[in-house]
């Protein structure tokens, strides 16, 4: 082996040494910010945050909405796993149900939004080019014959949640519709799950980080209290 192939090898095990060290620290700085957070506190500014996306990054959801009230949202992706892949192969849709129902709702891992607007509950979805494909209305009664329970902190599903600190939670919310269930995933923090996330589900921006727990968790806390069969435990309790 030539010394020039050994120098570069040399040189590119100190440039990934480097950025695992520089990981290293962030993450560290970010666990440190966690644990001196009074996420209570910072509930009281879940207003704040929320505009702050709407008016930033997410902009496209308040156009979407037209207008009406966005008083909280979330992140959400299809509960899709790797058994289903398999048996339905190719299989790249569910079939919705009348109104919400027919039109169909892709099973294709793009990132999917939830808006809770007065009694009404939005699921926006988009496809690969990022342009919103479908947008489902969830009315009370749909709502209150819907579920949600808390998923246990394995796989993948872990795996994501940390990313975002250590008392994230997963929740399965299974939406009702005339012919079944619409099932989506989602955590008490802005994330998704879907192939590409993995670079983005990571921010260095620990500040940025705090944001999307208390706006996924504010989200959560306003769908339990106008739905009693919705409530999970929140940040506020």
Excluded: C, W
């Amino acid at each position: 082996m030539s010394s020039t192939v050994i120098m570069i090898i040399i040189g590119m095990g100190a440039i990934y040494g480097g950025i695992f060290y520089f990981m290293h620290l962030k993450k560290k700085k970010q666990k440190e910010l966690f644990q001196n957070t009074d996420f209570k506190a910072e509930m009281r500014n879940a207003d704040i945050y929320k505009n702050n996306f709407l008016n930033g990054e997410l902009a496209f959801i308040a156009k979407q909405m037209e207008g009406k009230t966005i008083d909280a949202f979330n992140y959400a992706n299809i509960d899709y796993s790797t058994k289903d892949s398999i048996k339905d192969g190719i299989k790249d849709g569910l079939k919705g149900m009348a109104t919400l129902g027919t039109v169909k709702f892709h099973t294709v891992q793009t990132p999917k939004y939830l808006i809770l607007s007065g009694a009404d509950l939005h699921l926006l979805d988009t496809d690969t080019e990022g342009e919103i494909s479908n947008h489902l209305v969830f009315d009370a009664a749909r709502l209150q014959a819907s579920t949600i329970t808390e998923l246990p902190l394995e796989g993948m599903i872990k795996a994501f949640a940390k990313q975002k600190g250590d008392n994230v939670k997963a929740y399965k919310i299974a939406l009702a519709t005339d012919g079944g269930a619409i099932e989506l995933v989602m955590f008490s923090a802005l994330l998704f799950t879907y192939a590409n996330a993995g670079a983005s589900a990571f921010s260095l921006n620990a500040q940025k980080n705090v944001q999307e727990i208390i706006i996924a968790n504010d989200f959560l806390k306003k769908l339990g209290d106008s739905y009693a069969n919705l409530k999970v435990t929140t940040l506020l309790g």
